[in-house]
């Protein structure tokens, strides 16, 4: 099966025609790069590091190009695309000096001429799947670590963004990486997953990571534990944001603005529900319905606030939800919902509407916790509304369905803001700041629905490349028994002063 990507905003545009991979050729890529793993293992982490290090500066040099590749194919705006070929570069900056870390620790033992130490140790192959609303930050956060730490990577990258993948995979390639030790393929859903599974009963994955629905995700999860592994999974989120009655309300409106509508949405860390104080929930919900109407949506390549769906299917997903919308709800931000079209358009609309696939940005305000809205993520141009009249209030609203990825609150009470850090079940809080645009070396990931508590980035994602292993020593020339031979020191257990 050939994948053609196309411009989504120009659909005429194809972007690229890739090969897919049977699931016979996943599994030979998997035994290729298990065959690649242990000589690269044997290199020191300091020199594993130094060829993370030219990636990186490959990808810097070829910033501009690859920022273009990640509009054209995928639709976010430019300026987007060029924070994220960034997150790749700021990741390569960070793991190029942790080959030089790494550390292991030296700890006491409970017996005298014996020593204890700890190493990290790679998993083995890794199989990486992603999907295509971040086609190169995303899976850099998997494979740079994973390669520092001295494992081989297979890479399913989206079927939507191949492009991507592959210049990517080469500017890897170019910078020192052997080409069995990082193999993309492309693939369906179904395939990969039938190759995942042969891959874990041959002993040829050893680590699955996967960004993508809660609902994948439980799958994978599910495989995995089956073959007595676990998952980094990066799943959906409903990111909630909660504005406080004495928040700074322009900061709050930038923050619900971007959160909201950036990358039309498709965000993992997009904001899902707006909650809003009762005391300024109709003056904040007109000047965000305002703020919405006027913005420009259009050509990624231009100054907007958001460019197409990534493909045809988000936005199908997208009209879904549009169905979710009930009579005691209030639409707002735009003049019209759905797909904008010249029958349906959008007043200031930047180029033509017809060549892409753009959505409506739309506000639903009124969400009660019942509806169907309030627990599903809709990974578009949607953001529902609510309004509470507490903290305690806003919080169970904020958990109450079951997703824990990003949170955030505008205040300037500090109590607030420790309140909301203690009890928001998410696993990453802003404070005064959007829900998305997390910076690549604070842990990444989520709770409950969102995710296994797997975490990406910083020294942290090094748990899930790695395993730890523990030696002792003991040089004292005979058997000493743990718990049994030990030192014991006299003391007086009943003494009182
Ligand atoms: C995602 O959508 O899967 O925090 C990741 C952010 C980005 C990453 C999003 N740095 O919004």
Redesign the pocket.
Known sequence: MDFISKNPANLSEIVAKTSGSTSAQIISALERAKNAQRKWAAIPAPARGRVIANVGRLVEKNKENLSKLVTKEMGKVFKEALGEVQ?VIDTCDFFLGEGRRLYGQTVPSEMPNKNLFTYRMPVGNVFIIT?G??PA??PSWYIIPALLAGNSVVWKPSEFTPAVAQALTKLFHAGGIPEDLLITVVADGATTFEAMESGLAKGLVNKIGF?GSTEVGRRIGAKAGEYVQSACL?LGGKNPMVVMPDANLDLALDGALFAGFGTAGQ???SLGTLWLHESIHDEFLARYSKVVSAAKVGDPFSDVLYGPMISEKYLENHLKHLEMIKSHHKVSGSTATGRITKANPREGFVGDPESGIFAHPVIVSGLRSDDELYRTETFGPLVTVGKFKSLNEALELSNGHGYGLSSAIYTRDPENVWRFREEISAGMVSVNNST???EAHLP?GGNGKSGNGSRQSGIWVLDQFTRWQSMNWDWSNKLQKAQMDTVELAHNPDFKI
């Open positions: 997150e999907a609303n971040f930050a995303v960004t990066e965000r993992c860390t998305s645009g997390a990444f």
